[in-house]
């Protein structure tokens, strides 16, 4: 089944310490985006990666770091985490075969709790 | 840059009832928009979306929205609303800049339905 998978589903943390929420893809994409979603505020784009080890950043990328070292899997780092990160979190993959109707697709989300 | 307007953030039905949920767009060139629902404690999944090959576009789960031009907007309608249709409702357009194949999303709109 194509997908996006993301872990952990659900975390709660404290401030300062280091976390990774892993996104993977098995449709071959080349574009993985970060999102967060927040109350009110619709989702927002964090980091965005054309293909490995070629990212960059989106409308909101304090306090967050990506990599992209294989092509199916696209981290999303925060190296000291703050409570003003707490969000729910989407990674998306498309084709991005140069086409802007492409359907991007959402994996199931991550719900971060930064105490 | 582009721009995503949904007016009301919270739409109520009673089942059976039409539903109507709009989106109106700004865009400096010729838009390709898209519908997304999330559904409670889920991803985001693709309702619809439009890639000027027909002005009415049909999608899942009985609903269709039409990219009206001149009055810049792409609505979304269901004739008759069921219980399992309530859920958050997101528009989106594509926002390409270069490589990133960013969406922009619009703050949601949440659908109730009474029974």
């Known amino acids: 089944e194509a997908q996006v998978t993301q872990n952990p589903r659900y975390l709660i943390t404290v401030t300062g310490k280091k976390l990774t929420v892993t996104c993977s893809q098995n449709m071959n994409h080349e574009y993985m985006s970060w999102y967060r979603q927040d109350p009110g505020l619709g989702l927002r784009q964090i980091y965005y990666?054309?293909?490995?080890?070629?990212?960059d950043k989106g409308d909101v990328p304090e306090g967050y770091k990506v990599s992209r070292k294989e092509k199916r899997n696209f981290p999303l780092i925060l190296e000291s985490p703050s409570p003003n990160q707490t969000s729910l979190y989407f990674c998306?993959?498309?084709?991005?075969?140069?086409?802007?109707?492409?359907?991007?697709?959402f994996g199931p989300g991550t719900r971060l709790t930064v105490l | 840059a582009q721009s995503v307007t949904q007016l009301g953030s919270h739409v109520s039905v009673s089942e059976g009832a039409l539903v109507l949920l709009r989106c109106n767009y700004s865009?400096?060139?010729?838009?390709?928009l898209f519908w997304y629902v999330q559904y409670p404690n889920q991803g985001l999944q693709l309702l619809l979306k439009?890639?000027?090959?027909?002005?009415l576009v049909k999608g899942i789960n009985g609903f269709e929205a039409e990219f009206k031009k001149s009055e810049t907007s792409f609505h979304l309608t269901k004739p008759s609303a069921h219980m399992s249709d309530a859920a958050e409702y997101f528009c989106a357009v594509s926002d390409r800049k270069g490589s990133n194949y960013k969406l922009t999303f619009g703050k949601g709109t949440l659908l109730t339905v009474n029974p």
């Open positions: 990666s054309m293909n490995v080890e070629v990212t």
């Open positions: 439009y890639t000027s090959a027909a002005t």
């Open positions: 865009s400096s060139v010729p838009p390709y």
């Open positions: 998306a993959s498309s084709p991005g075969a140069g086409r802007s109707s492409d359907t991007q697709y």
